[in-house]
């Protein structure tokens, strides 16, 4: 078994922070060999009256969708210009931010999403309330979070925490491949507390083997500590660490994990991107008569 990347969605509403996570997503993809989505999405409102739902000042919505299409459309021609063996394509929703991603990972069967996110706003809303947090935490796939002003687009350290078993191995196995495209070391983290150290210990000696295995150059240690969250963001400093891969199950924690210590730091200080990995999932296509009804999802040409 072999994680493989071929199709990213990039997130980019022309903020600097999605400016950047755009920088990377082009990296990785031409590293990867891999197709770019650009998305964007016009959020809609809608009034319902007795006649049914009505778009809310649909002249201006129109406007605006043609601009951001003469945008992106722009920015294409840029991007292919400067880098012309990139597979890049670009989608525009009129429909709720989420619905659309969802349905092009699905449409696109793609692997890993790509969002700016930022520290400069309140944490608590950064942490809870913030786009790049619903993305995290609504889409289908796996997701990397790029912090506005990391400026560093290669994996030359990746840190890859052990702190829960569920789906080790896909998590190993992903960070393998990202570090076979850059020639990587990855920096393995075991760190549990007394109460969960056999569980975590065995899922850590599991994760060694993985890797050697596959004749990975890593380098490995092991912590009993009480707060794992300060343990990695210490190792990630200490390592000069790229990018750090984590399970996704870790969400279940975040509010123990994450508070105003190891995702803090990371957006605000380390500028260090984050990889959640996701398990696939099965999703169903809108059918067009959805489409046409709530969700207007077109593929700009050229």
Known sequence: MSYEINTIVLCFDFSEKSVNALRMGIQIALRHDAKIIIYNAINTQYVI???????????????????????????????????????????????????????????EKADLVLCGSSGEQNFMQTLLGSVSYQILTESVCSVIMVPEFCGKYTFEHILVPVRV????????LVSVAIAEKNDAVISLLGVSSENDRYEIG??????????????????????????????????????????????????????SFFAENFFKKVIKTT????????????????????????????????
């Open 49 to 107: 009256d007795r006649t049914g739902r009505q778009i809310v000042g649909s002249t201006t919505l129109q406007d605006n969708y043609d601009k951001t299409g003469r945008a992106i459309n722009n920015l294409k021609v840029q991007l292919k210009a400067s880098h012309p063996k990139l597979k890049l394509a670009v989608r525009i929703s009129q429909t709720n931010l989420m619905d659309g991603l969802n349905e092009l990972i699905a449409t």
């Open 165 to 172: 078993s569920e789906e080790l191995t896909d998590k190993i």
């Open 202 to 255: 065995r899922a850590y000696l599991e994760a060694k083997k993985i890797l050697h295995t596959k004749e990975q150059n890593y380098e490995c240690r092991y912590i009993l500590s009480e707060n794992s969250a300060e343990q990695i963001s210490k190792a990630s400093e200490d390592n000069d660490t790229d990018i750090i891969i984590l399970n996704y199950k870790d969400e279940n924690q975040w509010k």
């Open 271 to 302: 500028e260090t991107p984050l990889f959640f990995y996701k398990p696939a999932k099965n999703t169903t296509k809108i059918s067009k008569s959805q489409i046409v009804e709530s969700d207007i999802t077109l593929s700009l040409q050229g």
